[in-house]
């Protein structure tokens, strides 16, 4: 008998942060759960874990759906990056299970529901795991060779047969493993309902592409996604899921032929960048999948995901976002490619900027939006782009300038000749983090360097946040506090060690803490003392490229994913 609990969180791949952080470098310019019938769980080694999901949730992608399970309750969708649950009762997403580093070196070769209660049996290389998510519940039973078929037994309530390597085993529901001379008799046999199952009773779901991808806009490149997987419930026969190689998990009316998407995660599986919305958050992944690339949306409960691919005229797969900037209906994202303007309402269109028409340089690492449109910083200095496709002169953009005052020019003259490597907007001045040093651009005035003796305040300025009346400034040496309204000298906040994140990525504040994040780990320093350091991989999966701070949660884009951290009542982490 062999039986282990399960760790629902995948150590981050070497890899995986390698390339993240070559990519940062390019951006930046450095840059026993009982069912209702129940059985008695007595003898289970397992215990039910405490779950710690609802305050730190990291949300990878789940996209490319592999195979589909049904449940009576659940609908389970097996990726690469873990098995996505759904609640096909109360229509709602329940935590994801990831594997730990030893079950993710080989796939998912075979899933199959409980047909008895609210679980699912998971074949990989060398066991068997039973999943249970009522109760975060994990069991999982070690076989010989790789699983390939699961069955069970009518007249066995509980126990499944698992054929491996041409071999049998009787698993039971505590972990017992019993070698057995083959499955049971044909009338007892209980098998999980496959696509094979699906196209057999529904015929018209063969070529179900033109049904899963009806809503195929006219500016997007064509959706060519296969069908992979899929499954019936028992209890609702008409009731069906598909899986597909990039699009997710689809729930089908096999009678009316009606299909609708069932959104979950990002649309990559790494975040680099993640931008606060009224109930939400916006992301934008890595720019390292070859077959799609996008926005994705993100509420606060984790309950509604949206997805917006790149255009024909704008695609974005490929993309290496470094910075994004939203107000109202609109996005604002700088990439190694240029400007990228997204429209967040229902008409998702997207618009660019590059050299070609105006931009200094394509690679842009720092974004500001306004009412009249974006400051941009670039490798090669400063510029206001319009959101009309007009533009006034700087000073007039920092007043806020309305479409109706521009002139019709869609990119400023370039500010500086410099990267700039960060941007915030106090009141009508705007401040500047370059490579050599802090700058401000006051409406109506001349740019000009801050008063102060600090030498810190003239090298590279990392990144820049705005909160209560204070102007905070990383570099690679401290993190610094200003009166933007000057008058008051420079001071160094040495509660918070740069050093602890590694190369410096981001930083963030409110009126409760102070959050600085980078390649090695992230510092969160409340207002009115103390610290917490998270590191990596023990706190948080990998570097951490871009944070924003709601009233309830910090949201971290991590080479992993979206990792959404809960705050205590003092704003913290608890």
């Avoid at 105006?358 to 490798?379: C, E, I, N, Q």
Wanted: charged share 20%; with cysteine.
């Amino acid at each position: 008998m062999h039986a282990r609990n399960v760790s629902t969180l995948r150590r981050p791949r070497a890899c995986m942060r390698n390339a993240i952080v070559a990519a940062c470098a390019i951006a930046s310019m450095s840059c026993a759960a009982a069912s209702n019938n129940a059985l008695d769980q007595s003898s289970m080694r397992d215990t039910p874990r405490t779950s710690t999901h609802d305050d730190w949730r990291l949300i990878g992608s789940y996209a490319d759906v592999r195979a589909v399970a049904v449940a009576r309750s659940y609908v389970f969708a097996a990726t690469p990056n873990g098995v996505s649950v759904y609640d096909r009762v109360f229509n709602s997403w329940l935590a994801p299970l990831t594997l730990t580093s030893g079950l993710a070196d080989g796939p998912i070769t075979v899933m199959a529901g409980d047909p008895v209660e609210d679980a699912v049996w998971i074949g990989v290389t060398g066991g068997v795991l039973l999943y249970r998510p009522r109760t975060e519940q994990a069991v999982h039973t070690i076989i010989t060779g790789i699983p390939d078929v699961i069955l069970f037994d009518r007249s066995l309530i509980g126990d499944a047969f698992v054929r491996a390597g041409g071999q049998w085993t009787r698993v039971s529901r505590a972990g017992i493993a019993t070698p057995v001379t083959g499955p049971p008799p044909a009338a007892q046999r209980v098998a999980a309902q496959t696509l094979s199952d699906v196209y057999a009773r529904y015929p018209g779901l063969r070529n179900g592409s033109p049904l899963l991808f009806r809503e195929q806009r006219s500016d997007r490149p064509l959706r060519n996604y296969q069908v992979t997987s899929g499954g019936l419930s028992l209890d609702t026969p008409s009731d069906v899921w598909l899986g597909t190689s990039g699009d997710g998990l689809y729930r089908v009316d096999g009678v009316l032929q009606h299909a609708a998407a069932l959104r979950y995660g990002t649309m990559e599986r790494g975040v680099a960048v993640v931008g606060l919305a009224a109930d939400g958050v916006w992301t934008v992944g890595l720019g390292l999948t070859s077959f799609r690339g996008g926005l994705t949306f993100a509420s606060n409960d984790l309950q509604r995901w949206r997805w917006i691919d790149g255009t024909i005229a704008v695609p974005m797969i490929n993309m290496r976002p470094g910075s994004m900037s939203i107000r109202g209906s609109r996005a604002w994202i700088g990439t190694d490619r240029g400007l990228v303007r997204a429209q967040l309402d229902a008409s998702e269109q997207l618009a660019s900027w590059t050299s070609l028409n105006g931009l200094p340089d394509d690679r842009v690492l720092a974004v500001s939006a306004t009412s009249a449109g974006v400051w941009v910083g670039t490798a090669r200095g400063l510029v206001f782009v319009s959101d009309s496709g007009a533009l006034t002169t700087p000073a007039a953009a920092l007043r806020g300038a309305t479409p109706r005052d521009l002139r019709l020019q869609s990119v400023s003259a370039p500010i500086l000749n410099i990267p700039v490597l960060a941007l915030q907007q106090v009141g009508d001045t705007l401040w500047i983090g370059t490579v050599s040093g802090l700058y401000a651009l006051p409406a109506g005035g001349a740019l000009s360097a801050p008063v102060g003796q600090d030498p810190s305040l003239r090298r590279r300025i990392s990144a820049l946040a705005y909160s209560d009346t204070a102007l905070f400034v990383a570099t690679d040496n401290g993190v610094m506090q200003l009166k933007p309204t000057g008058g008051v000298e420079p001071q160094r906040l040495t509660a918070i060690n740069v050093a602890t994140v590694g190369q410096v990525t981001r930083l963030a504040a409110d009126d409760r803490i102070i959050v600085l994040t980078g390649t090695d780990g992230v510092v969160v320093t409340q207002r009115h003392g103390g610290t917490r350091v998270l590191r990596i991989p023990a706190d948080v999966p990998g570097p951490v490229l871009d944070v924003v701070l709601s009233r309830e949660f910090i949201w971290f884009a991590t080479v992993e994913g979206l990792l959404r951290v809960r705050r205590d009542s003092d704003g913290g982490i608890r």
